[in-house]
């Protein structure tokens, strides 16, 4: 079997990026990009001259202020980070039709069978770059290798703007002395625990005995020893190809920490309101529920409960969070961010039902869905949720354009 070309693009910073090119005065300045800035959020993203300050994605407002009191915040636009993310993967599609999106701002492509008609990877890589700099203004960083573990490796090793290239043959001398971290895939927890077993390096973690780690984290244990080794043999998926759907889910960070139940209850609804309405949209109804709570102190937990029949409903989904809410002794304790997802789904199968109760309900959600479809999402709405505050929010980074064609 030849040995795969894969490529991996990063691009730099990128919702900050945009934002300093589209507004010069903001260009050489520590940029964060974050939610409503007069309100709680965190950052999305923070551009390179904010990064010397200790200032990363995921941090909240208040800690950025206090480490770059001379930042400048603005709050995030997705539809301009989603129109230039599907004109760059338009541009990827000109040397390879193999473009796996990984999320908003990176790509892997396989350019095994297309390499020869541009002369070389390295070239690939600097028309790529040279073409997203000239149109965009924008510099990503590229890695090179033989599978994707390895050229989403490269791509960290050199950046910003960087071009790293690892071969086959050089793989094992690149893990021998790099720290499990990393590598993508492995977590904090993951490492705390690798560490107790004393691997601190991929060729500490591909020396280590397969069948311990195996017995240790289940088919996991298997994924991290070829990991340790520098082999992946996943293949890059297309970007029109679809991983089925494992789960939907909405979470929302408070605008203040509260110990207010209704106030926790009336977000919970909406977030279940917000996953029904997904499910629908996409044909889907699942049979367990998940509620996530994160305290003050940033202390997150989730707790499911699995029920016997499958729903889309919205209220009924609140239904089941609320029942597992009602478990959870929340005296004394604030909260600062509440989830609901809904998991174990099935798509585009559904039960017929003889209950005229049953079947007033299914022709109401039709309705509310077609109205708030037209109109905006809750113009009509449970009257509960008149209550609820307005949150505004950065997408994602983990969005994934449906089409790269769409306009």
Known sequence: M?????????????????????????QGKPVMVCGD??????????????????????????????????????????????????????????????IEIFSIDEAFLDITGTKRLFGSPIRIAQMIKQKIRQRFGLTCSIGIGPNKLIAKLASGMEK???????????VPQVLDKLPVSELNGIGEKTEETLGKLGIKTCGQLGRFPENILVRLFGVLGRNLHFMGLGVDSTPVLPYFYQEETKS?????????????????????????????????????RGRTVALTLRYSDFYTFTKRRTIERYIE????????????????????????????????????????????????REKLLVALDQINDRYGEFTVMRATLLQRASQAGVIAPSWQPRDSTDP
């Open 248 to 284: 939907m889910g909405h979470t929302l960070t408070l605008d203040k920490d509260t110990k207010d139940i209704g106030l926790i209850k009336r977000h919970l609804l909406q977030l279940s309101e917000q996953v029904g309405r997904r499910l629908r949209a996409e044909k889907y």
């Open 2 to 26: 030849a040995e795969r070309t894969i490529m991996h693009v990063d691009m730099n910073a990128f919702f900050a990026s945009v934002e300093q090119q589209a507004n010069p005065y903001l």
């Open 313 to 360: 409903d919205g209220y009924e989904i609140y239904q089941v969070a609320l029942s597992i809410l009602e478990t959870i002794n929340l005296s004394g304790y604030a909260v600062r961010l509440v989830g609901v997802s809904v998991f174990n789904l099935i798509k585009n199968i559904r039960q017929l039902s003889l209950l005229e109760k049953v079947q007033k």
């Open 160 to 170: 910003p703007d960087g071009l790293v290239v690892i071969k086959e043959e050089e």
């Open 37 to 98: 800035p007069t309100k709680r959020t965190t950052v999305a993203a923070a551009s390179y001259e904010a990064r010397p300050y200790g200032v990363k994605a995921g941090m909240s407002l208040y800690e950025t202020q206090k480490r770059c009191p001379q930042g400048i915040f603005i709050q995030g636009n997705p539809d301009k980070y989603v129109y230039t993310s599907i004109k760059i993967i338009s541009i990827l599609t000109q040397f390879s039709p193999l």
